[in-house]
């Protein structure tokens, strides 16, 4: 007997990843319904998933509370900031002795507000896959369930333990509290850290590309996590700083520890300089250790990269497309400011291509 399962699908691709995940395993187990809000968004995004991912029974449609009410599983994929809203008017409508989800990056107030609002017996597993929907698989991927004990008894939960763990992923069981506690730093803090930087840069008018022109590797990677920030949507970013009450005593202390050293550098204060590092540095030296390993890994391969293209200059090799996997097979021409020459003057960027003989 198929499953049936609903996501109420408001944001822009995690609805769709998971939609082709669930197919992607469980395609003749399942039946699977859709739910959106915008009607124009809505007809493309059909479009754009009937063509990419064809197989599987389901149905589309914009009835939110018809669309729950024989599910038997639900999965609530809006934006943040509508999350609380969409589970006060719609699950009151779950199935008795149904599983609802959500896929919130703050979890305590959507617990909350599952808890409140669910009937009886529905088993609430508030998730937060930590990562982002463009992934072709979930091996090392990091999944945060905040189930309370006794719904960790169960044994659909315990399905869905045994799913991921057996698919590689990492699974986490943790607080809802616990959760946002450590999502205010791993991304308040960061999301704050990087906006300060990319923000302090554009105010200085830097120009980025001469930058890259005294570029060290460690810089490199930063301006990598900038950029790859600063191309996603800005709205994600303000719900996790507006929605995670934990985040605005991480502000304070960023500021004050800022403050404090512009302080120390204005005052020449050498001595403070260097004693505060020493402090911070016993601090965090276990895993600084670990995580420089793994920076001297990056700058090992990237070297690896560049090396084997001046080594094969005038000779053809191989190159892999790392966003398509398209795999050319061309002779070098030179190579300079990480860009390649191939015979033909055509130009590959070192960063977006894997290179292998």
């Known amino acids: ?16 990843w998971t939609a082709e995940f669930l197919l ?5 187990d399942i039946s699977l319904t859709i739910t959106w809000r915008n009607t124009e968004k809505w007809e493309k995004l059909i479009s754009l998933f009937k063509r990419e991912y064809p197989k599987g029974e389901r149905l589309f449609s914009t ?12 999965v609530f994929a809006v934006p943040i900031a509508f999350m609380e809203e969409s589970i006060k008017n719609i699950a009151p409508h779950l199935k008795q002795n149904s599983v609802v989800l959500d896929v919130c990056s703050i979890k305590e ?31 090392g991927q990091i ?4 189930s309370e004990e006794k719904d960790r008894l169960d044994f659909r939960y315990k399905f869905l333990v045994d799913f991921l763990n057996k698919n590689n992923a990492k699974v986490l069981e943790t607080s809802a509290k616990e959760h946002d506690k450590m999502m205010a730093v791993v991304q308040g803090l960061t999301h704050y850290d990087i906006f300060v930087f990319a923000e302090t840069m554009k105010r200085l008018w830097v120009d980025i590309k001469k930058s890259l022109d005294f570029v060290s590797p460690i810089y490199k990677l930063k301006l990598s ?3 790859r920030y600063m191309s996603q949507n800005p709205k994600l970013y303000w719900d996790i700083q507006m929605y995670n009450k934990e985040i605005l005593n991480v502000h304070k202390t960023f500021m004050e520890v800022s403050s404090n050293f512009n302080k120390i550098v204005e005052n020449k204060d050498e001595a403070n300089f260097i004693k505060i590092i020493e402090e911070t540095k016993k601090y965090f030296w276990d895993n600084a250790q670990k995580w420089q390993v793994y920076t001297d890994k990056l700058i ?11 080594n094969n200059i005038w000779k053809s090799i191989n190159f892999e497309n790392i966003y398509t996997q398209k795999v050319i097979n061309k002779k070098i021409n030179s190579y300079k400011n990480e860009t390649i020459y191939l015979e033909n003057w055509e130009k590959l960027f070192l960063d977006e291509w894997r290179v292998f003989e």
């Open 143 to 146: 999944f945060v369930l905040t």
């Open 1 to 16: 007997m198929k499953q049936n399962i609903t996501i109420i699908g408001w944001t822009d691709w995690f609805w769709k």
């Open 300 to 310: 090992y391969l990237i070297s690896k990269q560049i090396d084997l293209v001046k």
């Open 63 to 74: 009835n939110n509370i018809e669309s729950v009410k024989n599910a038997d599983i639900t």
């Open 24 to 28: 992607k395993h469980f395609w003749s």
């Open 225 to 227: 996590s900038v950029a």
């Open 109 to 139: 107030f959507s617990s909350i507000a599952l808890k409140k609002y669910s009937p009886k017996w529905v088993l609430i597993i508030p998730t937060h896959p930590m990562f982002w929907p463009f992934i072709s698989s979930i091996a």
